[in-house]
């Protein structure tokens, strides 16, 4: 009931009490009576608690709140709980008014938890690390997800500051662990592997594990180290090998100087299902970086070598030139910046993007489209459209700026945003080397007397490509393709009037249905339909 019974809890725990088979209830709010400086960590009235150590009991808040709690140390996993092991539950607790600092593992509720974090609060608090260590793992409930652990229904809207990587608004690392019905309303700030909801998400192979129905709010900044650059996203970091993110919404401005930034995760291993991006993301650079470097910019996420499945964008994406770095604004999509089969990918044989949309504006510089910016090797594009307006300067496609290497392709497209660019740019590709079908465009080509390669479909067709009943509108006066390789490659090109196009639903494949109230009377995919 107070805060002498919370740091008997304390002591007890650190004379080898972990409460196995123990219920706590706090039956009224304890204040822990600190007062201090929520900028720098300053303590000015109260004091230092001390962490308890292990806990394996089931501690219930029953909705109370522990405030003005101050935790300052040199240990290495700190929080209320520093370890919640395997048969520890901690349930409907708030934090509120906290200043939380340590050296490696850090949270509000635990540091480390391998059982139940149910229900749970932190509010109005700051968490963040003072060790010069890249090993720091921060998060808003707990530092470390392992072992099975589970966060559910937990929210954060404290600040969450990292110096390093690894840092998320609910946890800085989930490994082994999952996260569910989560929600961040607080400012995150890190360096590498920083998400609203997870820095790092990663399962094993007998162990799949998600991030799922979750949702983040809170701002996403970055402390730009260009040694550490990294992932960011606006609901995990990273999504590694065996992780699936689902069900997961951003809402919030994703505004960094990371290389491989995403709405929903900067960089996938795996699966992304069902997620929906509605914030700006956006990248800033303050210094030029290596040309040897690439940056992969998506509304759901940066760069994929996973599958990414019924997801969608509707925020902007927008990377700022820095005309003296090359690279800068390269690989910019709607959905993902770039997808493509990696070599040390030992989980599929081959990727996609599919059932996925974007009605956000695509702006970049060169590979960009309005799902992908590039689909590379054993990668693909399937059953998607693109209505949003998609800017560049060479090498633009209303689907992807490209598509290159072995076994890839575009399947069931169709795109009807306006298409901006000075070279190599089409409706549906801006430069196609390998395989597409089944597809059409009647988006608006916009382009000037200086423009080159450009087409209602291609801006180029290399010898090695291949095209299948796909369509466009031939009443704009710009050709199908601007450039093909080998004559005769844009015989496969068929250009239709308004109406003929409307009535090709049957003939472009069992994936599209028509209705004269849907889609501005334009074949759809009967698997996604237009949201507006």
């Given amino acids: 009931t107070n805060y002498d019974g919370l740091k008997e809890i304390s002591k007890q725990a650190k004379n080898g009490d972990d409460f196995s088979n123990k219920i706590i209830y706090i039956i009224d709010d304890i204040d822990c009576g600190a007062s201090f400086n929520i900028e720098n960590g300053e303590l000015q009235k109260g004091e230092n608690f001390e962490p308890i150590s292990n806990f394996n009991g089931i501690l219930d808040g029953n909705g109370y709140s522990i405030k003005n709690l101050y935790i300052k140390t040199e240990s290495s996993v700190i929080a209320l709980i520093s370890n919640i092991n395997e048969q520890g539950t901690v349930k409907n607790l708030v934090i509120d008014n906290a200043y939380i600092e340590g050296n490696r593992v850090i949270g509000s509720i635990a540091g480390r938890n391998c059982g139940t974090i149910s229900n749970c609060i932190s509010q109005n608090a700051k968490i963040t690390g003072s060790g010069n260590i890249s090993g720091t793992v921060i998060g808003g409930i707990c530092g470390y997800n392992y072992a099975k652990g589970k966060l559910v229904k937990s929210t954060n809207k404290s600040e969450v500051i990292s110096k390093y990587k690894l840092c998320g608004g609910i946890c800085g690392y989930s490994l082994g662990g999952n996260i569910s019905n989560c929600t961040n309303y607080g400012k995150i700030t890190g ?20 991030v799922s129905d979750c949702i983040n709010y809170g701002e996403i900044n970055e402390k730009y180290n260009k040694e550490q650059n990294g992932e960011i996203g606006g609901i995990v970091g990273c999504n590694y090998k065996y992780s699936e993110i689902i069900n997961c919404t951003n809402k919030a401005n994703v505004i960094v100087a990371s290389e491989i930034t995403g709405g929903i995760t900067g960089l996938n291993y795996y699966n992304i299902k069902k997620c ?32 990414i499945e019924e997801c969608g964008n509707i925020g902007e994406i927008k990377p700022n030139y820095n005309i003296q770095d090359d690279s800068d604004g390269r690989f910019v999509g709607g959905i993902c910046g770039a997808i493509s089969l990696a070599s040390d990918q030992d989980v599929f044989d081959n990727i996609k993007i599919s059932k996925s949309f974007n009605y956000g504006t695509v702006n970049g510089l060169q590979f960009v489209g309005g799902i992908t910016g590039r689909i590379s090797t054993n990668s693909s594009v399937e059953y998607c459209f693109n209505n949003g307006k998609v800017i560049g300067e060479n090498i633009v496609g209303g689907i992807s700026g490209d598509v290159v290497k072995n076994s890839s392709g575009i399947y069931s497209c169709y795109n009807s945003g306006e298409i901006n660019s000075k070279n190599n740019f089409g409706g549906l590709c801006g430069d196609l080397e390998k395989y597409i079908e089944n597809s059409y465009s009647i988006g608006k080509i916009i382009y000037n007397s200086s423009s080159k390669n450009y087409g209602t479909l ?74 507006k």
């Fill in 191 to 210: 360096n590498c592997q920083v998400g609203g909801i997870a820095g790092d998400s990663e399962g094993k192979k007998d162990n799949i594990v998600t």
């Fill in 276 to 307: 929906l991006n509605e914030g700006l993301v956006e990248t800033t650079r303050t210094e030029v970086i290596s040309s040897t470097k690439f940056l992969f910019l998506g509304g759901i996420c940066g760069f994929s070598v996973g599958n």
């Fill in 458 to 531: 291609f801006g180029m067709m290399k010898k090695t490509s291949q095209c299948k009943n796909c369509y466009y509108l031939n009443t704009t006066g710009v050709n199908g393709t601007g450039y093909e390789e080998i004559a005769g490659l844009s015989n496969s090109i068929i250009g239709k009037t308004t109406e003929e196009l409307k009535n090709l639903a049957q003939i472009l494949g069992n994936a599209y249905l028509q209705d004269n109230n849907i889609n501005n009377g334009y074949p759809y995919l009967k698997d996604i339909k237009p949201i």
